[in-house]
């Protein structure tokens, strides 16, 4: 059974986010199970560091990016909620310099106001980079 509570809609979130921070870094959502969202980033001029590795700050703005879209499917009603990513960390256990790397996004808990979210970021042979942890609140929004 799914978590999500709206249809998920690819081409919608990737162009919510097309002209700020998931844009600027090519981030791009791809697939959509019953409790996880996928999404890839490249590596490439804008998500390196200047010694040519993956930056550890685009690994964790593509996890607060996953766990916030994460969120408002999680939530159904965009309008209706403020989502705000409020704690963030990341375990850099490897490094990429080229290619892409691909993010699993899962909930580890799906409250009334909070929502934690587990991320998984892989390089392009399969092997574990980054493991993050994002915590959201759900705030909804006073009319």
Known sequence: MTI??????KAFLNELGSNCMPGHLGIELV??????IRA???VDHRTKQPMGLLHGGASAALSETM?????????????KYSIVGIEINANHLKSAKDGFVTAITKPIKLGRTIHVWNTEIFDDNGDLLCVSRL?????????
């Open 67 to 79: 766990g916030s879209f994460a969120s408002v499917l999680a939530t159904g009603d965009i309008g």
């Open 4 to 9: 999500w509570k709206i249809p998920f809609d």
């Open 135 to 143: 915590t959201v609140m759900v705030k909804e929004l006073v009319k």
């Open 40 to 42: 890839t980033m490249p």
């Open 31 to 36: 697939e959509i199970g019953d409790d996880f």
